[in-house]
């Protein structure tokens, strides 16, 4: 399997993570009166991270997160071919979640949610790990 492809394929069910977390609690007000406070708070945070288009709400959110996704595997994976640059496109892409969640907590890093943080980065991983398995390492001369 090519590189890109396995790239977009990778990325694209990594796009339906976040509305999958969201649909398997529906509906939200609901599951806000059953859940303590922190755990609610970690559930929103952690689906705005994973979804960051869902403000647009889920019929446009939806594709446009999608989009979102398969241009970052297309990015991804014309970018991977060695695992340098494979970490390389994971520190951004942790530096831009990491502004994402400094952005939803009001610029205050006081009320950035840790463990929400922690829980998204995670699930970002994934697709690059699937990624390095198929990157070549340089040999040194």
Do not use: C
């Not at 297309?74 to 991977?80: D, K, P, S």
């Not at 640059?85 to 952005?103: C, E, G, P, S």
């Amino acid at each position: 399997m090519s590189r890109i492809l396995k790239s977009l394929l990778a990325f694209s069910a990594a796009g339906l993570v976040g509305p999958a977390i969201w649909l398997a609690a529906w509906p939200p007000a609901r599951l806000a009166d059953v859940l303590p406070r922190p755990v609610w708070f970690f559930y929103t945070h952690l689906v705005e991270m994973l979804w960051p288009v869902s403000m647009m709400g889920p019929w446009i959110g939806l594709p446009a997160n999608l989009v979102l996704f398969i241009a970052l595997g297309l990015t991804v994976g014309w970018l991977a071919r060695t695992r340098t640059r494979l970490a390389i496109t994971y520190a951004v892409i942790t530096v831009l979640v990491f502004l994402m969640a400094l952005w939803q907590a009001g610029f205050a890093l006081a009320r950035v949610d840790g463990f929400a943080l922690a829980v998204a980065l995670l699930l970002y991983a994934i697709p690059f790990w699937v990624m390095i398995r198929g990157s070549v390492t340089p040999r040194s001369a």
